[in-house]
Structures are given as C-alpha cells and as structure tokens.
Nanobody, 113 residues
Framework: QVQLVESGGCLVQPGGSLRLSCAAS????????MSWYRQAPGKEHELVAF????????TYADFVKGRFTISRENAKNSMYLQMNNLKPEDTAVYYC??????WGQGTQVTVSS
C-alpha cells in the first residue's frame, strides 16, 4: 500500500533553515508528481510546492518563493523541502502528498525565538 512518511520538522529560530524529507513506498515513485502542503493551527491546508515525476517542473506558493526549494531523488523514493529564512508564519504541520488521496502523517515545524 501507499505510504508517505515525513521527517525533519523541529523548532527553529526565525531566519533559520530546515530540510524536510518524505520517504515514499508502495508505488512507482518516479511516475507520480508530488506536493508539499502545510496546515497552520486554525487554518486550512495550503499548497506549498509541487514537483513533477521527473523533477523537471516545480511550482511554489507565492509565500515561499525564493525561500523554499522542492526536490526529489527518484532512486531513493524520496522528496525533500529545503526551507531557508524561516518566518514565524511558516509554523505549521507539513505534509507530503501524492494526488488527492494519499497523505503522510505530517511533521511539525515551529519557527519561534
């Protein structure tokens, strides 16, 4: 079965960096586009970044452009989100997603001094 497992979230100070990872299994990873979403307390899920199956095409939400980078290593069935210059408003649970039906359990990112 499809499994998505996120890791790498933690408490970080404003201006700091984090790298999130998503380990995928149960499907042919390279043939699927993937996304990172986030959900802040009291808010809806919002799309953070998208990457095509090949990794050639990426898109970003305006609020992370220039700060976050999405990438993937198909040989390792893994996707990543490099987050730089983190802001308190980036505090959220970050989720790895495939299509509309498959989500990971999420990893908490807290940006605070």
């Amino acid at each position: 079965q499809v499994q998505l497992v996120e890791s790498g979230g933690c408490l970080v100070q404003p201006g700091g960096s984090l790298r999130l990872s998503c380990a995928a299994s149960g499907f042919t990873f390279s043939t699927y586009a993937m996304s990172w979403y986030r959900q802040a307390p009291g808010k809806e899920h919002e799309l953070v970044a998208f990457i095509s199956g090949s990794g050639i095409t990426t898109t970003y939400a305006d609020f992370v452009k220039g700060r976050f980078t999405i990438s993937r290593e198909n040989a390792k069935n893994s996707m990543y989100l490099q987050m730089n210059n983190l802001k308190p408003e980036d505090t959220a649970v970050y989720y790895c997603q495939r299509g509309t039906n498959y989500w990971g359990q999420g990893t908490q990112v807290t940006v605070s001094s």
